[in-house]
């Protein structure tokens, strides 16, 4: 069916509490600012407009659930930090503050150009850390967009975790943009949202294929993936041994979640990666031994991290 005629709504929704949550934090700090909310393809606050598009998958259990086998569904924390973030942008935008002289010393360029593909510097101390992949690296406006989200965020306690990093100047710019702007009009009082699930023509169907291919082009051709360094080879029937792809299945959520925190790489990525380690495993017959399992786990872990780190900092994974 196509998406535009699903008849969505953020009213009455499931992230439509989340939506308040965000409300109510923003109103604690400033009473006139309130952003626009919409249905979209992904998350996003379109440029100089503040409005905050809101994936459409979120506005439907059944859609969610279609997300969660197909990509990888955000759960309440992970929201609440998008939605953060969006607001963010949206401050930003509402009150033109990417054209202060501080702003644009404290941040850079607004006008810088724009791309997707970036180099991050893992664990810079120049930038806050909010959603994976190192994302305030990425541009200024994307660093002002973090740094609000942290300094939104309850109990973050910035002030003490960024005591001596250098991007603590950034919060305390924001922190002194907010309270400037607290009871103040915004100067951008209506945004103007761009994709809205009313434009949305393609189906159910066609989206989820599109995205998911998405995340499984970043490896390109196949790989070798090296695990006769990791698990017996085939043909090494060694008594209590047993295959190796069930070892790998049997971690998938824990070496996700633990790879996709500590490297930044997005979740749906390191997700695939593991798939693909657990495919190469039962098409190339490795066996594990009962009562090692822990020992896999840690060169599993080891070896997708190094994998996933290569990703982020060069944009591939490794040549066949």
Same mark, same amino acid.
């Given at each position: 069916m196509p998406i535009r005629n699903l008849d969505l709504s953020l009213k009455d929704s499931p992230v439509e509490r989340l939506i308040q949550r965000l409300e109510r934090e923003l109103s604690r700090k400033l009473k006139r600012f309130r952003p626009d909310y919409y249905l979209t393809d992904e998350w996003g606050c379109p440029s100089g407009q503040p409005?905050?598009?809101?994936?459409?998958?979120?506005?439907?259990p059944e859609l969610a659930r279609i997300e969660k086998e197909m990509n990888d569904l955000e759960n309440p924390r992970e929201i609440m930090m998008y939605l953060r973030h969006e607001a963010g942008h949206a401050f930003n935008y509402a009150y033109r503050l990417y054209r202060l002289p501080e702003w644009r010393d404290t941040f850079g360029p607004y006008r810088r150009l724009y791309s997707d593909d970036y180099r991050p510097v893992p664990f810079s101390r120049d930038y806050v850390r909010h959603l994976p992949g190192w994302y305030a690296q990425k541009h200024p406006d994307e660093d002002f967009a973090e740094?609000?989200?942290? @300094?939104?965020?309850?109990?973050?306690e910035w002030r003490r975790r960024y005591r001596g990093w250098p991007c603590k100047r950034k919060l305390l710019l924001v922190d002194?943009?907010?309270?400037?702007n607290a009871n103040r009009e915004p100067l951008v009082k209506r945004g103007r949202p761009d994709v809205t699930t009313d434009d949305m023509s393609m189906t159910v169907? #066609?989206?989820f294929i599109k995205t998911a291919a998405?995340? &499984?082009?970043?490896?390109?051709?196949?790989?070798?993936?090296?695990?006769e360094d990791i698990?017996? &080879?085939?043909?090494?029937?060694?008594?209590?041994?047993?295959?190796? @792809?069930?070892?790998?299945? #049997?971690?998938? /959520?824990?070496?996700?979640?633990?790879?996709?925190? @500590?490297?930044?790489?997005?979740?749906?990525?390191?997700?695939?990666l593991v798939h693909s380690i657990a495919a190469d495993c039962r098409d190339r017959g490795f066996r594990g031994v009962r009562g090692k399992e822990?020992?896999?786990?840690?060169?599993?872990?080891?070896?997708?991290?190094?994998?996933? /780190?290569?990703?982020?900092? &060069?944009?591939k994974y490794h040549k066949v």
């Open positions: 409005v905050i598009g809101v994936p459409f998958y979120l506005a439907h740094s609000f989200a942290v @300094w939104l965020t309850p109990k973050s002194r943009l907010v309270r400037e169907g #066609e989206y998405r995340t &499984r082009a970043v490896f390109g051709s196949a790989f070798d993936h090296h695990l698990f017996l &080879r085939p043909g090494a029937r060694r008594p209590g041994s047993r295959p190796a @792809w069930k070892i790998v299945e #049997e971690h998938e /959520i824990a070496l996700t979640n633990v790879i996709a925190t @500590w490297t930044g790489v997005r979740r749906p990525v390191v997700r695939e822990k020992e896999y786990l840690v060169h599993l872990t080891a070896y997708s991290t190094a994998l996933a /780190i290569n990703y982020l900092t &060069r944009g």
